[in-house]
């Protein structure tokens, strides 16, 4: 049996403090800002930005909807918001969807926004034409849940998925895991294999279609592009939306529990069949199973 390293005992103590941070207003701020006055960090941006765009432009298709999660505050939101008509932007931070609003109002755009976890997407089934997850699989840290968010994922898409991935094979992470050997303090990121990715895409009814590497020597992240073999479209809910929030997002939105029912307006909140409500706060829906009320009185 294999024992537990002390950095896998503190990853999950480590996840929650990360989440934490950018929940706040001063955490999204520093993570927006790091990208434009880090140099390797604008340099990356410009790259990944170029690359995302190229493999939105290979699925040969404009989106009619497209699900961004997670969205961050919005610095590739410039380069995802014109392969759609309409976009719903979801991350975990309200703060970091305040700073995206900015961004999409400053291009003309008013996305749908939404408050919720990776592992319990608020959407019904293929709600989404298209889906795109950049930058997350590599921070979670137990395998099973990297697999299960990349089911969940694939769950609300109808079409076409690209996600990005830190590849176990790649040369970046071969030397990462050969330092830390060697003492460094720096851990090795979290990876996917090839054929486990491939593999969950085709139990979730997905092929492999493309894959592209940031970078060959100097990243370890590959941009992947998996489509629906068998494209149907979603069963959309009905009755009248909120006050403020845009149709396209109401039809789509199901209670994140283990349910997946609908959810109805009731007192400037969202209400589930049992009466329980999810808080919205600032016209952004706060859809974790966590912030769950027993009624719309809190």
């Known amino acids: ?15 929650a403090a990360t989440l934490a941070h950018y929940a706040s207003a001063a955490g999204a701020k520093s993570y927006s800002t790091k990208y434009h006055e880090i140099p390797h960090k604008r340099l990356s941006m410009r790259t990944e930005g170029r690359l995302l765009d190229r493999a939105l432009a290979a699925m040969g298709r404009r989106h009619a909807t497209l ?12 380069v995802i918001a014109p392969h759609a008509d309409f976009t719903v932007e979801c991350d975990y931070s309200v703060e970091m969807l305040k700073l995206l609003r900015g961004v999409a109002l400053e291009l003309g755009r008013k996305p749908g926004l939404v408050s919720a976890d990776c592992f319990e997407l608020p ?47 790649s040369v970046k992470n071969r030397v990462r895991r050969l330092r830390s050997l060697l003492g460094s303090s720096k851990r090795a990121k979290y990876t996917m294999r090839r054929e486990r990715v491939e593999a969950v895409a085709s139990e979730c009814g997905f092929s492999w279609r493309e894959s592209w590497p940031l970078s060959r020597l100097f990243s370890g992240h590959r941009f992947t592009w998996l489509r629906r073999r068998e494209p149907t479209p979603p069963r959309l809910s009905g009755g009248p939306k909120p006050e403020g929030l845009d149709e396209r997002l109401f039809a789509r939105l199901a209670d994140p529990g283990r349910s997946q029912g609908p959810l109805r307006a009731g007192g400037g909140r969202l209400v589930r069949a049992d009466g329980a409500a999810y ?20």
Do not use: W
């Not at 889906?131 to 994922?153: G, K, Q």
């Not at 808080?279 to 809190?298: F, K």
């Open 123 to 169: 959407f019904v089934d293929r709600a989404f034409e298209a889906v795109v997850s950049i930058r997350l699989s590599h921070h979670v840290p137990a395998e099973e849940n990297r697999e299960r968010y990349l089911r969940e994922i694939l769950r609300v898409c109808e079409r076409d998925c690209l996600f990005t991935f830190f590849d176990h094979a």
């Open 279 to 298: 808080p919205v706060e600032d016209g952004i829906p706060v859809l974790h199973v966590a912030r769950l009320m027993a009624d719309g009185s809190r």
């Open 1 to 15: 049996m294999r024992m537990k390293t002390s950095t896998e005992d503190d990853a999950p103590r480590q996840v």
């Open 67 to 78: 699900l961004d999660m997670p969205s961050g505050p919005g610095r590739l939101y410039p």
